[in-house]
């Protein structure tokens, strides 16, 4: 029983790349007007450290593209090559933008270290430099909660990383602004030590997004709160009298789940698989972010060993029981014959035609079980029904 991506899920999909291109296509203009304003004025005000601030934020063009892409094609619904759906791309360039986080910072740290080790000094700049780079902070800063506001609502862990990423630009244009602050104060080694600091906390929030990424690359569980409210509704299920087997999985923000649930084992199947559609419902409703669920009925713990598997087949205990019973209730007098596998032994209803007559000192039961040479059927019930 398996709840795949129906149009809720797949709306919810098209909604979240709508948002995401929305917030990056914002992002990627923004990107596009600072990097010209930072080269124009890092050229007019003498500063290295600017024009390179711009080019980053040119750079920061090619890594909105890709967040466009991947946010495309990881909203695509599931197809027969990809029968869960495509969420694992945007995971994965997820990982691609946290690592680019984390040398970003790397890169600060490392240019910081080095003014610091080879004592450069800064020249005198044009104030214009500090306006720029103020705008690019502002602006950037301004990118960074809009942005991550969108990925909250979406649950995008890629527009998350992009936001961020918005963030180490602001960064670096403090850094720049330090720097020229400090240069005009005669503080040479300002910007290098601010600069050291806010390397660190971006390489910290690059790793903390690649580490959470590629743990659902690798199909981790989701978290214990989320785990215990599943087992919660499920077990409340009215039907349902105990569970085993829960295993869950996250992509791209959906969660996976698979489970075997216990039953009376002599329910009938309809009424199992009720109750299993009732479960999936219930699932479903409490937690939007399931996207995909495979129920499993069992009407007994077989967790460890599943303890019928060798008993004889369906076909095999009918041929058998009408050889040994064809003198005391001729195969034409049975109706159904219904056996519910449990414990490693047989339990079988037997339903006969009421037309069938039957005369004897001992009941039919224990006639039928006396004249059984199965040694794994463990009770024999005798029900009357209408003749078919």
Request: charged share 15%; glycine share 6%; with cysteine.
């Amino acid at each position: 029983m398996i709840l795949r991506e129906n149009s809720q899920t797949t709306t919810t999909a098209n909604k979240r790349y709508r948002a995401a291109k929305k917030a990056t296509l914002v992002g990627a203009l923004v990107n596009l007007l600072l990097g010209s304003l930072k080269i124009a004025v890092g050229f007019i005000g003498h500063s290295h450290a600017l024009i390179a601030d711009g080019l980053h934020s040119f750079s920061d063009l090619l890594t909105d593209a890709l967040v466009v892409w991947a946010s495309r094609f990881g909203s695509e619904k599931a197809d027969k090559e990809h029968p869960y759906g495509h969420g694992r791309i945007e995971t994965a360039f997820t990982v691609g933008l946290a690592v680019l986080l984390t040398a970003v910072g790397a890169g600060i740290v490392w240019d910081a270290t080095w003014d610091i080790a080879t004592a450069t000094s800064k020249s005198p700049l044009s104030y214009w430099v500090l306006v720029a780079a103020g705008i690019s902070v502002l602006a950037n800063e301004a990118l960074y909660h809009y942005t991550l506001r969108v990925a909250n609502k979406v649950a995008s862990n890629l527009l998350k990383a992009n936001a961020w990423h918005h963030r180490s630009d602001a960064a670096s244009s403090i850094v720049v602004l330090i720097g020229a602050s400090g240069a005009m104060l005669n503080i040479p080694y300002l910007d290098a030590l601010a600069a050291i600091i806010v390397g660190i906390l971006i390489i910290r929030m690059g790793i903390s997004l690649g580490w959470s990424n590629i743990c659902e690359l690798i199909d981790t569980a989701v978290d214990e709160q989320t785990l215990r409210q599943i087992k919660e509704m499920i077990t409340t299920t009215p039907g349902v009298n105990t569970l085993h087997q829960l295993r869950t999985r996250s992509m791209a923000g959906n969660i996976l789940l698979d489970v075997h649930i216990l039953v009376d084992p002599f329910l009938s199947v309809s009424e199992g698989h009720f109750i299993g559609d009732q479960v999936r419902l219930r699932l479903h409703q409490q937690f939007q972010s399931i996207r995909d669920i495979t129920i499993h009925i069992d009407p007994e713990d077989d967790e460890k060993y599943p303890p019928s598997l060798y008993l004889p087949s369906r076909a095999e205990v009918v041929q058998q029981l009408a050889e040994n019973w064809k003198a005391i209730l001729p195969a034409e007098y049975i109706n159904h014959l219904h056996l519910h596998y449990l414990a490693g032994q047989i339990h079988i209803e037997v339903w006969i035609k009421h037309s069938f007559s039957y005369q004897s000192d001992k009941s039919l039961e224990q006639q039928l079980q006396e004249n059984t040479s199965l040694t794994c059927i463990k009770t024999i019930t005798c029900l009357k029904g209408f003749d078919t």
